[in-house]
């Protein structure tokens, strides 16, 4: 399965602020996804990223909040702009195919805490 | 729309004990199925799949086989040990066009103690 590097691992912002999560694959893949976990809860997806189109967000996130960019096939970054305290969580970078029976692989996460 | 209902947790186990975590799933069509794991500070880890009824997928002990009839996709590992200690989901994967997403329940928090 493909590893999956994401930086930075954790960060404490202060609110208002914005920080770019990083997502490196050390292989081509089609579907990159990003999640939020918040505190002792499950995994939202929060928009699927596919290069050479635009992202796609899924209810309640917006391009504006959450801007994404997939340069190429082994990259996207994930970007947390003006952050609240409400936005402390995990965001999960995961890979995976096009096909149902494909299962998702995941970084490590990047853990967010908002002063 | 999709939906994961998972086994309350936390789960309290002792070492060797017999675990079954229960999941059970409202899906459009035939969804894959999925068991990950989550240990503490860390992403989520592929445990086992299952794509289609009567499948069972296995993996360091843990299994699960895909029930159709009860929309069931149960975990069972015969005798747990401390390392087991984790978050587990099942999530689906809808079978349909144009649908990428993993569904997810709650997770069900384990502790196994020794």
């Known amino acids: 399965s493909a590893v999956i590097s994401q930086k930075p691992s954790r960060d404490i912002c202060q609110r208002g602020t914005s920080l770019t999560i990083q997502c490196q694959v050390d292989?081509?893949?089609?579907?990159m996804f990003w999640y939020r976990q918040q505190p002792g809860q499950s995994l939202t997806l929060i928009a699927t990223a596919n290069q050479g189109s635009e992202a796609t967000y899924e209810s309640g996130f917006v391009i504006d909040k959450f801007p994404i960019s997939r340069p190429n096939l082994t990259f996207s970054t994930l970007t947390v702009s003006n952050m609240s305290p409400e936005d402390s969580s995990i965001y999960l970078c995961?890979?995976?195919?096009?096909?149902?029976?494909?299962?998702?692989?995941f970084g490590d996460g990047t853990r967010l805490s908002i002063l | 729309g999709d939906s994961v209902t998972q086994m309350e947790g936390p789960v309290t186990l002792s070492e060797e004990a017999f675990l079954t975590i229960n999941c059970t799933y409202t899906a459009t069509g035939y969804p894959s199925l999925f068991w990950y794991v989550q240990y503490p500070g860390e992403g989520l880890q592929l445990l086992l799949k299952a794509t289609k009824a009567d499948d069972k997928g296995s993996n360091k002990g843990f299994e699960a086989t895909y029930r159709k009839e009860t929309t069931s996709f149960h975990l069972e590992k015969g005798s747990v040990q401390v390392s087991d200690s984790a978050v587990y989901f099942c999530p689906t994967r809808y079978s349909g066009a144009g649908s990428y997403q993993l569904t997810f329940g709650k997770g069900t928090k384990l502790s196994v103690i020794p």
């Open positions: 995961s890979v995976g195919g096009p096909n149902s029976n494909q299962p998702q692989h």
């Open positions: 292989s081509q893949v089609t579907m």
